[in-house]
């Protein structure tokens, strides 16, 4: 290892150590450290990548009202959910690009999911495969079923496929990314439910935070937030960390959401 990634490495697993449990809030990770039980957790998840765009104020006011309606139960509200009964409890909730329509849609989609696979886990394991390099065409699969399943036949709206972007299509699909490092990885932060995919398949989530600081790490050489940048930042996050490269994300992102010096 050159002086210079000697010296990235040192600053990296500095601001690793230092962004623990202890710097979580703001973030809609928080969210899942409700919980403890699996279910719980997983659903949790789900909805709190799934709303993670815009301003974190407004994302976590979304979510308090989400969670709000489920009362702190996800996995017991999900498994019973009704449709002529609890679609009426959205209505009023909209977030950006999602309408109250497609927030109604995903809930009823969520239910289905655990009626028929048991778990978001059951689901995304059926496209992943232990020889692919990373994740891509797991990602891609899981959104193309996903919309599908939200959209329960009819033409999906821009919210919902918005709601789960393709990497094929070159989206950086940052907040999968962000619901599968929560998944896959264990640490004070990140719950590591699915242990069945290796940490070195993950790729990092970017959004402008991630890649304003990656570039000016020279981490990326890309220009635009994409795919590619995505996979460049986490292969050169390799050289510091093998095998868990997204370790750095959670520091990485909110030393740029607060605007501090790397």
Known sequence: MKKKEKLLKQKLDYHYKYFDYSQISPDPLEF???????????????????????NVRQINSTLNKLHA?????????????????????????????YSSEDIVSLFNAIHKIYINYGSLKRLFLLYY?????HLKNAIHFYSRNMIDIIADHKEPS???????????????????NLFL?????????????????????????????????????KLTKQKNVSWKMAEEITNNLK???AKDPVKYDFAICHIGMRKLKF
């Open 181 to 217: 490092r929560w998944m896959v990885r264990k640490d004070e932060l990140d719950l590591g439910l699915w242990s069945e995919i290796p940490t070195e398949k993950l790729v990092i989530p970017v959004d402008t935070h991630v890649a304003r600081i990656c570039t000016e790490l």
């Open 239 to 241: 050289i510091y960390d």
């Open 158 to 176: 821009r919210g919902m496929v918005f709601m789960f972007p393709d990497p094929f299509k070159g989206s950086a699909c940052k907040r999968t």
């Open 32 to 54: 899942l450290h409700r919980y403890s039980d699996y279910y719980d957790i997983e659903i949790s998840g789900l909805l709190s990548s799934v709303f993670a765009y815009g």
């Open 69 to 97: 309606i489920m009362d702190g139960k996800p996995y017991e509200f999900i498994k019973n959910y009704s449709s002529k009964r609890d679609d009426k409890l959205f209505r009023k909730i909209v977030h950006r690009f």
């Open 129 to 133: 495969f232990s020889e692919e390099e």
